[in-house]
Structure formats: C-alpha cells, structure tokens
Nanobody
C-alpha cells in the first residue's frame, strides 16, 4: 500500500509563494509519474501539474509560468512550487501517484491519492 502525505499549504497573500511537498512511502516511487490536482469549493477536481518518471512535466494553462513541479527520487518526494499566487488558486491540493511512468492530466490514471492540503490566497 502506498501512502502519500502532503504538506506546505497555508494562507498567503496574492502575489506570494508557497511550496507544497508530497512524501510517498514505498520503494518504487521513481518509476511512476506523479501529479498535483486541486479542488476548490463547489468545483470539480482539476489537473494542476504532472511529472513523469524521467522528469518530463506538464501544466494546466492556468498555472503555466507560475507553478513548477519537481521530484527528488532519493527522498521519495514530489514538490509544487507556486509563485505569483492568485485568489483563484485557493483550493485543496492533492498529490497523486500515476498508474504509469508517463505523465497524464487525467485523474482516473492515478491510483493513489494524498489527503490534501489547503491553500488559501487572500486578495
């Protein structure tokens, strides 16, 4: 069983930055793609960013140029650096482990999910 634990969320003013971390259990972290998703109140979960097992990345258009996903396989951890935050970035952010090594924006291609961390951006 894989466990994913997110941290780093909080309250920040618009224009500020936060760095989310997601620590994964298990010995096969490096062979799977990882992703970040978010869900705002009253909205469906949406894709934010993904990173493949070899470090290729993909982003939602709404966060391109502001967010950066990265991974440290030695630490079994994936990160999401969020800069120039906007109030519309307010959501619960979830990390997830893909079923595959290649990245994907589709939530159904991820089989393990963290509990989520709240990010609130004030205007």
């Amino acid at each position: 069983q894989v466990q994913l634990v997110e941290s780093g969320g909080g309250l920040v003013q618009a224009g500020g930055s936060l760095r989310l971390s997601c620590a994964a259990s298990g010995r096969t972290f490096s062979i799977y793609a990882m992703g970040w998703f978010r869900q705002a109140p009253g909205k469906e979960r949406e894709f934010v960013a993904a990173i493949s097992s070899i470090g290729s990345t993909d982003y939602a258009d709404s966060v391109k140029g502001r967010f950066t996903i990265s991974r440290d396989n030695a630490k079994n951890t994936v990160y999401l650096q969020m800069n120039s935050l906007k109030p519309e970035d307010t959501a619960v952010y979830y990390c997830a482990r893909s079923k595959y090594s290649s990245l994907s924006p589709r939530g159904y291609e991820y089989d393990y999910w963290g509990q989520g961390t709240q990010v609130t951006v004030s205007s």
